[in-house]
């Protein structure tokens, strides 16, 4: 079992920065990929970024040159951030974090909402 909190959700103006933290915990030894995925209103839920356990990244085309991934692992936790810049209103939703292990099993952190919005 993987336990996932975030933190660092708000409301922020268009044009600013927000970043989302992610501790991961329990059996992290076990995880392939980290990432972020996110969800409006009325909308499917979407992958935002992803890093894998080599360090390779991937973004969804509206995020890139705005957003980065970053994994940090410690002894007994596994961090994992998303940098947000140059926000946009459309970036509002709610966002998740997700680990996938060896098995291509999900889990799911419950969410942290982001609103962009003068």
């Known amino acids: 079992q993987v336990q996932l909190v975030e933190s660092g959700g708000g409301l922020v103006q268009p044009g600013g920065s927000l970043r989302l933290s992610c501790a991961a915990s329990?059996?992290?030894?076990?995880?392939?990929?980290m990432g972020w995925y996110r969800q409006a209103p009325g909308k499917q839920r979407e992958l935002v970024a992803r890093i894998i356990s080599g360090g390779g990244t991937n973004y969804a085309d509206s995020v890139k040159g705005r957003f980065t991934i970053s994994r940090d692992n410690a002894k007994n936790t596994v961090m994992v951030y998303l940098q947000m810049n140059s926000l946009k209103p459309e970036d509002t939703a709610v966002y998740y974090c997700n680990a996938e292990n060896y098995h291509n099993y999900n889990y799911w952190g419950q969410g942290t909402q982001v609103t962009v919005s003068s």
């Open positions: 329990g059996s992290i030894f076990s995880i392939y990929a």
